[in-house]
C-alpha cells in the first residue's frame, strides 16, 4: 500500500514569514495529491489538491508542487497570518480507493 | 446546510460493550469513509465505501465493522471495544476518492 511521509512535525514561524511543508509517498501510481487542514476541535477541510498531470498549483497564499520522479510534493504559505495555525496533513491516492495521509504537521504562526 | 453529522460527539465505554457510531451525510455522496486520528500517527483509514454495493477494508479494520444499507448512512460499529481503540474517529463523504473529502465533526471514544 501507499506511505505516506510528512515533515516537519512541527513548524513555528513568525507572522509575515513564509511555511514549507514537504511529503514522500511509495506508490509511483499515486496520481492525487490533497492538503488538509485540520483546525483545533474540528474536523480536516480542504485547502488544496494536485494531480500528477500538473507540477504546481496555487491559490491566493498558498501553493501545491508536486515532483513525480522524486515523488515528492510540498505545500507552501506564504505571508502566514495567525488563523494559518493549525495542522496540516498531505495525503496520496493510488489506483486503488484508499486515501493514506501523512502523520501531520502542527504549524504556529506566532504574533 | 451540506454537512456530514456523527452521533455521539463524545463517547466514554467499558471493555467489550458493543457501541455504534452513526455518520450521515446530506449531498448524496457516493463515497464514503471513517478515519481514527491518533497523536503521531495521523489519520488512518479504518473502512471505506465506493457505493451502497462496495465496501472495503482500509489500513486498520481490525475491531471494525460497517454497514451501508442507504447511501447517506454509514455507521461504525465495535462489536467488543478494547482500550486501543481509544481515539478520535472522524467521517467523511464525497463523490469520488479524488474529490473533496467533507469531514464530519468527530467523535472522541474512551474504551476503560
Known amino acids: 500500500g501507499e506511505n505516506v511521509e510528512q515533515h516537519p512535525s512541527t513548524l513555528s514561524v513568525q507572522e509575515g514569514d513564509s511555511a514549507v511543508i514537504k511529503c514522500t509517498y511509495s506508490d509511483s501510481a499515486s496520481n492525487y495529491f490533497p492538503w488538509y487542514k485540520q483546525e483545533l476541535g474540528k474536523g480536516p477541510q480542504l485547502i488544496i489538491d494536485i494531480r500528477s498531470n500538473v507540477g504546481e498549483k496555487k491559490d491566493q497564499r498558498i501553493a501545491v508542487t508536486l515532483n513525480k520522479t522524486a515523488k515528492h510534493f510540498s505545500l507552501h504559505i506564504t505571508e502566514t497570518q495567525p488563523e494559518d495555525s493549525a495542522v496540516y496533513f498531505c495525503?496520496?491516492?493510488?489506483?486503488?480507493?484508499?486515501?493514506?495521509f501523512g502523520a501531520g504537521t502542527t504549524v504556529t504562526v506566532r504574533a | 446546510e451540506a454537512q456530514v453529522t456523527q452521533n455521539p460527539r463524545y463517547l466514554i465505554t467499558v471493555t467489550g460493550k458493543k457501541l455504534t457510531v452513526t455518520c450521515s451525510q446530506n449531498m448524496n455522496h457516493e463515497y464514503m469513509s471513517w478515519y481514527r486520528q491518533d497523536p503521531g500517527l495521523g489519520l488512518r483509514q479504518i473502512y471505506y465505501?465506493?457505493?451502497?454495493?462496495?465496501?472495503d477494508k482500509g489500513d486498520v479494520p481490525e475491531g471494525y465493522k460497517v454497514s451501508r444499507k442507504e447511501k447517506r448512512n454509514f455507521p461504525l460499529i465495535l462489536e467488543s471495544p478494547s482500550p486501543n481503540q481509544t481515539s478520535l474517529y472522524f467521517c467523511?463523504?464525497?463523490?469520488?476518492?479524488?474529490?473533496?473529502?467533507?469531514f464530519g465533526p468527530g467523535t472522541r471514544l474512551t474504551v476503560l
Open positions: 467523511a463523504s464525497s463523490w469520488t476518492i479524488t474529490d473533496t473529502q467533507y
Open positions: 495525503a496520496a491516492i493510488p489506483n486503488d480507493y484508499k486515501l493514506s
Open positions: 465505501s465506493m457505493n451502497v454495493e462496495v465496501t
